[in-house]
């Protein structure tokens, strides 16, 4: 792969992300916490920036948007430490509305919300990583 592909790959993960994002809230009703949320701004600009990096390649917009996907990802990893109970709820920032730990959707007994924002900030990010990593060894 080039690292045309991999920034590629980064921008279809963080529509899916946020498209799946979307239909979980509005579609199934599931009603986002506040870490979600925060989880949300990290990701919708993805979707637009990711694309002007693109056409042409640009390294400087994959540099810009490395801070924003690392922000995201310790959100994530934060809320997956909090929904898993590895810290305890008291540590949570969601005191009003739904709580930050409630369970709402659970596949194959451990694939949840939080841990599926986790692995696409992951998989953005080493994406991105991989991209300028390419695109240096090619100049």
Same mark, same amino acid.
């Given at each position: ?49 990711? %694309? ?35 810290? %305890? ?51």
């Amino acid at each position: 792969m080039n690292s045309w592909h991999y920034l590629l790959s980064a921008w279809i993960l963080s529509l899916i992300a946020s498209l799946g994002s979307l239909f979980f809230s509005d579609v199934m009703g599931y009603p986002p916490c506040v870490l979600c949320w925060y989880q949300r701004i990290a990701m919708y600009p993805l979707v637009f920036i990711l %694309p002007w990096a693109l056409f042409p390649f640009s390294r400087q917009i994959v540099k810009a948007i490395m801070p924003l996907t690392l922000v995201g990802w310790a959100i994530a990893f934060y809320h997956n430490l909090l929904y898993y109970k590895i810290l %305890p709820e008291s540590h949570s920032p969601c005191v009003k509305g739904i709580s930050c730990t409630s369970v709402q959707l659970q596949w194959m007994g451990f694939i949840t919300i939080p841990l599926l924002s986790l692995i696409a900030f992951s998989l953005i990010f080493i994406g991105s990583t991989l991209a300028l990593k390419k695109e240096a060894s090619h100049e």
